[in-house]
């Protein structure tokens, strides 16, 4: 068996309850207009996922020995010659260059990290006054461009959620990482991850989902997917909740968000949850911070070739996979300024991006997979579960003025890349519409 802590995903969601649902194409009546639903604003979504971040807690260094008390053949690697703690002054660092650049994503805070202390509480090693103002710069400096999502309880050993005390084995059947939750019930997998989500709800972090600590319900997805459902409503009464927990990295295979699990998308009450996918892999500075990355594996110097190349080119979302420790490098940085190239390089390709955080995405996808679109001689009518920002409609003919029922027109712009909400662009292969969709009834007036 794979025991490694996130393998590059090579299955999906097992056949079951979970639906998964297509991008949604509508006919007028006789077949003459055909409406397909775009990318926001018709960009091409990128952003980035942050795993094993946390406040104060370097996680490779607490980590790496409880992983190898488990495998000792396996992580072998001096912990001790590891910095302790990822300091704050990087984290501003970092934060306050995200602001400035534009970049988005998800940032863990690990709710026990390495169970050395809890951050709505406190952590031995560091003062009440370090861990609050730890707490104070993610809200002020990471929220803002990150969503927060917990890595489970501790990251490593499974914790008992009736005494907050890890279970007495070190053993794969008591890892978060491992096998304790290949066997879980939905239940159960909520609770547990109740528990994770309320600890960072107590420390004033808000959350819309969750990420997966390694191999955690990798043979167990589908009560996964309803297990985040349920505990994400039922501890912050987030409307789409979302998870990261799989990874894709071959050239051709879908990295698209998968809405699962919808219901009552005709009552007040609608629900799905998002499996959100990676696109790369740790190619920063690895999960321990002693791997150096390789910048061309996302885009090469030429602008021509790499994972991101790729993904980008077929429409995709374009997401990111790192850790925080190899962004931080034991100081070096050398993730970090790996991520600066990236980001230098994206722009000196392209001008039709937008980073988003995953909930926006996850959002996003929701309402173009369940919404609901018909078309009739002269309007297009959209029944939304879900509200959208800069919702993006494309039909296959040109239209010279549309009007949002009950609203103002759409203003014209010349150039597809100035497409923003409650604007239109047309050229010989069709019309795009761009506009704000509501939850329920929305009408365009052609």
Known sequence: MDYTRRSFVKTTLTA???????????????????????????????????????????????????????????????????????PDSFVREFGEWSLEHGVKGKYSVVPYPACTGWVNRFIPGWTTRELQDSLALIRSTIMPNWDIHPEMISHTRVIDIKTGRPFEKATPEFMENWEWSQNKSVDELAAYQAYALQILKDAGLDCEGITTPGGYASRNQNNLALSTLQAVRDVYGADIPHYFRDLFTEKGKSVAPQVLYPSGLEGPDPKCVVSILGC??????????????????????????????????SGEPAIMVCHWPGIYF?????????????????????????WMKLSDIARYWAARELTAITVNDNSIKLKAPFAAPDFTLKIDSAVKNVTLKNGAPLNRVTRANDLKTNTLFTDKTGTLLCFDLKKGDTELIL
């Open 330 to 354: 034991n100081g070096d940085k050398i993730g970090f300024n790996i991520l600066k190239q990236i980001v230098k390089r994206l722009n000196q390709k392209y001008d039709h991006l937008t």
């Open 280 to 313: 790369t892999g740790d190619w920063f500075g690895g999960w321990d911070g002693l791997v150096p990355g390789d910048v061309d594996k996302f885009i090469t110097e030429d602008l021509q070739r790499g994972r991101m190349v790729d993904v980008i080119e």
């Open 16 to 86: 079951g309850a979970a639906m998964a649902v297509s991008p949604r194409l509508a006919f007028s009546a006789d077949n003459a207009v055909k409406v397909e639903v775009l990318n926001p604003a018709n960009r091409v979504p990128v952003s980035m996922i942050i795993d094993d971040s946390t406040c104060l807690v370097n996680m490779a260094h607490f980590g790496i020995p409880q992983f190898g008390e488990v495998f000792p053949e396996q992580y072998k690697q001096d912990w001790r010659k590891l910095p302790r703690e990822i």
